[in-house]
Structure formats: C-alpha cells, structure tokens
C-alpha cells in the first residue's frame, strides 16, 4: 500500500496563476482532509470531504475549491494564486474520522 | 486565547533523558490526538487517547480529561526522537485543532 500520496511535491506559482493538488490514497478510506501549515501556527483545515461526492468548507476556505469525483481522490484547487497561499499543504485521510493517515505534503510558493 | 497550547515550545535534551511534553486544551473533546513531524516534514501519528493512559515503546500518552491536560513522556531520548510534536483535540469527526508543535532536538 502505498497509504496517502501528494502531486506535487513542489510548485512554484506566479500571482494569478491556478493549479490543482492531488492527493490520493489506497486505504479504502471515507474521509479526506486538505490542510494547510504555516511557521508558527499548526495545521489548519481548508476544506474536507466525507465521502465520494461530498465536500465541505474547513477554517480557511477562501480562495481554495476542492472536488471528490472518486473515492480514492481528493482535489485542491487554487483558482488565482495569491502570495498568501505559499505554504506547506497537507492531506490525509481517515476510516471513522479519527486516526488520521498524512501524505508526505506539498510545498507551494507564490510569488 | 488558542484552543491548544503545548509546552514547551522548544526543548532540547540529551541523549538518555526523560522527556515530557504537555498540552492543555480549553473545550470539550471525543478524543485527543500525539503526532510526530519529521524534519523532512511527514507527519505521524502517534496515539490517540480519549482516557486514561498508552504506550507504545518508548513513548508514553497520558490524558486528564477533567483538567483538560495531556503529556506525551519519552523515556531514554535518541536523536532519532528529534522531530516536532502536535498536539490535536478533536471535537467532532469534521473538526479537528492542532496546536503549534514542540519541536525537539535530542543531542548525543
């Protein structure tokens, strides 16, 4: 198995630009998370999902969508990058929404 | 005033030392979560405890629910124990707190 994987691991974006995050994952899971980590504060939730077709804004929604056309895949999109956006992006999933399982993270600077 | 805090923020220590780290949380919780972040920025999970006590080798988890206060204890450090630990509360399936991390270094 190979739990939960991200793509990419690195990007760099100009101000305006989009891009979409994958995160994917093999264990079967029902709940998927995206997640951003700043210096100095900890993981904060964008958006998440409880299962294939469902979504849901997390604490820091703004300037982020996210779609779970199938089970296994999660995605984050950033429709106009801005320089507050340039962060490490976390995903992870979980069976019951307890125990988390993280994928390894997706560095993203904006300039 | 943050839901979790954790102390210390930083710590460092020798190899063989006995370490702990709290975290105090200020809203009622179903569970309570220890994960390790590696220097090279995975994240683990480490337990997840809703009473009383856990171990796992050489980690340690024990929660107070009443004081709303829990520490993760390691017992004979090793530099490989370097890393940062998180704290979370969770509060329900879609809502989960993380606090700001301790980041540990553990000098041979």
């Known amino acids: 198995n190979a739990g939960v994987t991200q793509t990419p691991k690195f990007r760099v974006l100009k101000t305006g630009q989009s891009m979409t995050l994958l995160c994917a994952q093999d264990?079967?899971?029902?709940?998927m998370y995206w997640y951003r980590q700043d210096p100095g504060m900890g993981l904060r939730l964008i958006h998440y999902s409880v299962g294939e077709g469902t979504t849901a804004k997390g604490e820091v929604p703004d300037g982020y969508n996210v779609s779970r056309l199938k089970k296994q895949n999660f995605l984050l999109g950033l429709e106009s990058a801005a320089p507050s956006q340039t962060s490490v992006y976390f995903c992870?999933?979980?069976?019951?929404?307890?125990?988390?399982?993280f994928g390894p993270g997706t560095r993203l600077t904006v300039l | 005033k943050n839901e979790v805090e954790q102390s210390p923020q930083n710590l460092t220590a020798q190899e063989g030392e006995f370490i702990t780290i709290n975290c105090s949380y200020s809203v009622g919780i179903s569970a309570l979560h220890w994960l390790q972040q590696h220097p090279g920025g995975g994240i683990v999970s480490l337990f997840m405890l809703s009473s009383g006590k856990k171990k796992h080798g050489r980690l340690i988890a024990t929660i107070n629910i009443q004081e709303k206060h829990s520490s993760l204890h390691i017992t004979a450090s090793h530099p490989r124990d370097s890393a940062v630990y998180i704290c979370?509360?969770?509060?329900?399936?879609?809502?989960?707190?993380f606090g700001p991390g301790t980041s540990l270094s553990v000098i041979p």
């Open positions: 992870a999933s979980s069976m019951t929404g307890n125990e988390q399982f």
């Open positions: 979370a509360i969770q509060t329900s399936y879609d809502k989960v707190i």
């Open positions: 264990m079967n899971h029902e709940y």
